[in-house]
């Protein structure tokens, strides 16, 4: 199968995008990456999932963190994904965080976080996929900020329920109420 022909195809699916941050146990120094292929896996125990390349560099920094956080990143944030998916480099400079209860970085303005520990890897072709309990999470400020989303190579917006309610029809208005008063 043609590789490219195969990424341009998967490439037509939307989904959004996540940085998943840790601490260097050795050095103490933040470590992150980016990843768009993150997924609730189970309530009951709550775990989540994302895929790691198996020729990332920062995935065996993050794997030997005191546990990662994975940062739900808003519209807005795209600069600091562009960050955590380059190579090398400094992916905090000019990213704003403060710390989990862990001492993670958590990625100020994020839509929401978890802070996990790994549960189980999965070989899957030039991929790992990560199982990871979820132990704390948090819901970020409600802005009228949309998720970052990532289609077709490019980063763009999802106008939100929220913010598109007003401008609606009043017959969208009025099947979905709570979306037009914010409660």
């Known amino acids: 199968m043609d590789g490219r022909r195969f990424r341009d195809v998967l490439g037509r699916f939307a989904t959004g995008v996540v940085a998943v941050t840790g601490r260097d146990p050795a050095t103490g120094a933040p470590a992150g990456m980016a990843a768009n292929s993150f997924t ?14 198996h020729t990332s560099s920062s995935w065996p920094l993050l794997r030997a963190s005191r546990g990662q956080v994975v940062n739900i990143l808003a519209a807005d944030q795209e600069h600091a994904c562009r960050r955590m998916a380059a190579r ?19 990625l100020t303005g994020a839509l929401a976080w978890l802070e996990c520990d790994v549960e189980a890897e999965h070989v899957a072709g ?46 969208v208005r009025a099947a979905h109420p709570r979306t037009v008063d914010g409660h």
Do not use: M, Q, W
């Open 40 to 53: 609730s896996v189970s309530l009951d125990p709550p775990l989540v999932g994302f895929c790691v390349a």
């Open 126 to 171: 030039d991929h790992l996929i990560v199982v990871s309990r979820v132990h704390r999470l948090h819901l970020g400020e409600d802005c009228g900020v949309g998720p970052l989303v990532f289609y077709r190579g490019g980063y763009g917006r999802f106008r939100s329920a929220v913010s598109s309610a007003r401008e609606a029809p009043a017959y």
């Open 88 to 106: 090398g480099g400094d992916k905090f400079a000019d990213v704003d965080t403060v710390s989990s209860p862990r001492g993670n970085p958590v």
